[in-house]
């Protein structure tokens, strides 16, 4: 099978490599089709892929290029993680709203909005591409707002398109995880969407778990949604929110927060991301290594301004799941694949009509 990924010079294209490498089933991804329009960040990408890719005598094949057209041709399935704009793009949707005194972050309020218009229509373009060249192809959405951008590139290819974030399915098993359970025998009532959503219950043979967590303070405390709302409000909604809630309920502290910081998570990821291309090209050897170290500093910085902390400084680290088979988003998308080109049963929690 051939996968595309659109945005292939992203910094989390690794993610999805890794859970590639992996995959033994059958019939598995053979080929990898690498699209941007950077070939800097291509040519990084595919040195770390491939020092990835050393211990694996059948690695999927890498096929970089900056030709949309060849990319998608004959393509079994496309990821898309693009960045229209890249991160100065992102920077000025957060500044702009800023200097109004209104939320300026890449998926929620006017940033948000500033984003999905700049992105819908080179995401419908790609859509008509997919159209044309890999009909029968279906698409995973990455790309933020994934909401929005889902919805519109099923204006051209219907039910073949879904968006995916491992945020839902990632808290569900962290709750599970928090109450010793197997989460794999669990069943999650998530309602809404990926950045707007609450957990309303957790299903563990036939019995709702979540009351039980609920009224642990010590385990609801210890989860980073119990961090950034506090115990009495999650118990007040009678649910568990998506942590993006946090910019919708307490939308005059975050404001506060990041214009305080003196830092966008635009501009911290702007400086560390070039930075670290900067230093890939002269790598060499070692340059997954680099990446690694970079993502960790990346993840530790994550929604900072909800936890009292700075992109620069962050108070507390984000809360890591301890199974290392689930690969965040990239875990989720290949249960996707895995359902759909193998029969196999999967529960996922993504954006559909």
Same mark, same amino acid.
């Given at each position: 099978?051939?996968?595309?990924?659109?945005?292939?010079?992203?910094?989390?294209?690794?993610?999805?490599?890794?859970?590639?490498?992996?995959?033994?089933?059958?019939?598995?991804?053979?080929?990898?089709? @690498?699209?941007?329009?950077?070939?800097?960040?291509?040519?990084? =990408?595919?040195?770390?892929?491939?020092?990835?890719?050393?211990?694996?005598?059948?690695?999927?094949?890498?096929?970089?290029?900056?030709?949309?057209?060849?990319?998608?041709?004959?393509?079994?399935?496309?990821? $898309?993680?693009?960045?229209?704009?890249? !991160?100065?793009?992102?920077?000025?949707?957060?500044?702009?709203?800023?200097?109004?005194?209104?939320?300026?972050?890449?998926?929620?309020?006017?940033?948000?909005?500033?984003?999905?218009?700049?992105?819908?229509?080179?995401?419908?373009?790609?859509?008509?591409?997919?159209?044309?060249?890999?009909?029968?192809?279906?698409? =995973?959405?990455?790309?933020?707002?994934?909401?929005?951008?889902?919805?519109?590139?099923?204006?051209?290819?219907?039910?073949?398109?879904?968006?995916?974030?491992?945020?839902?399915?990632?808290?569900?098993?962290?709750?599970?995880?928090?109450?010793?359970?197997?989460?794999?025998?669990?069943?999650?009532?998530?309602?809404? @969407?990926?950045?707007?959503?609450?957990?309303?219950?957790?299903?563990?043979?036939?019995?709702?778990? !979540?009351?039980?967590?609920?009224?642990?303070?010590?385990? @609801?405390?210890?989860?980073? /949604?119990?961090?950034?709302?506090?115990?009495?409000?999650?118990?007040?909604?009678?649910?568990?929110?998506?942590?993006?809630?946090?910019?919708?309920?307490?939308?005059?502290?975050?404001?506060?927060?990041?214009?305080?910081?003196?830092?966008?998570?635009?501009?911290?990821?702007? /400086?560390?991301?070039?930075?670290?291309?900067?230093?890939?090209?002269?790598?060499?050897?070692?340059?997954?290594?680099?990446?690694?170290?970079?993502?960790?500093?990346?993840?530790?910085?994550? =929604?900072?301004?909800?936890?009292?902390?700075?992109?620069?400084?962050?108070?507390?680290?984000? /809360?890591?799941?301890?199974?290392?088979?689930?690969?965040?988003?990239?875990?989720?998308?290949?249960?996707?694949? $895995?359902?759909?080109?193998?029969?196999?049963?999967?529960?996922?929690?993504?954006?559909?009509?």
């Amino acid at each position: 099978m051939k996968l595309c990924i659109l945005g292939g010079g992203g910094f989390r294209t690794p993610y999805v490599y890794q859970a590639l490498l992996r995959d033994t089933g059958s019939p598995r991804v053979e080929r990898v089709a @690498l699209y941007d329009v950077d070939e800097v960040r291509l040519h990084a =990408m595919v040195a770390i892929l491939t020092e990835l890719a050393a211990d694996f005598p059948d690695a999927p094949v890498l096929e970089p290029t900056t030709d949309l057209h060849r990319a998608v041709e004959g393509s079994d399935y496309v990821f $898309a993680a693009l960045r229209v704009g890249g !991160l100065e793009g992102r920077r000025c949707d957060e500044h702009v709203a800023l200097d109004l005194n209104v939320l300026g972050q890449e998926t929620t309020g006017p940033g948000g909005l500033a984003y999905a218009i700049r992105t819908v229509p080179v995401m419908v373009e790609a859509a008509k591409v997919i159209k044309d060249l890999a009909p029968n192809a279906y698409v =995973m959405n990455f790309t933020n707002p994934a909401g929005i951008i889902t919805e519109a590139m099923q204006s051209v290819l219907g039910d073949r398109v879904l968006g995916i974030c491992d945020t839902p399915s990632g808290l569900g098993r962290r709750v599970a995880g928090m109450l010793g359970l197997d989460h794999t025998r669990v069943q999650m009532d998530y309602v809404g @969407l990926n950045h707007l959503g609450w957990m309303r219950r957790v299903m563990y043979d036939g019995r709702d778990v !979540l009351p039980e967590l609920m009224a642990d303070d010590d385990r @609801l405390g210890g989860m980073e /949604e119990g961090h950034v709302f506090g115990l009495d409000w999650i118990r007040s909604l009678g649910s568990i929110p998506n942590e993006y809630l946090f910019y919708y309920y307490f939308n005059r502290d975050a404001v506060r927060s990041i214009i305080g910081s003196g830092k966008t998570r635009g501009d911290f990821l702007a /400086e560390s991301q070039s930075a670290f291309y900067d230093r890939a090209s002269a790598a060499g050897a070692g340059v997954a290594e680099l990446w690694r170290e970079t993502v960790e500093r990346r993840s530790a910085s994550y =929604m900072a301004e909800a936890k009292g902390g700075t992109q620069d400084e962050p108070l507390d680290p984000k /809360e890591r799941e301890t199974d290392p088979s689930h690969q965040g988003y990239a875990g989720v998308a290949l249960g996707v694949m $895995a359902a759909i080109s193998r029969n196999e049963r999967q529960t996922m929690i993504l954006n559909v009509r």
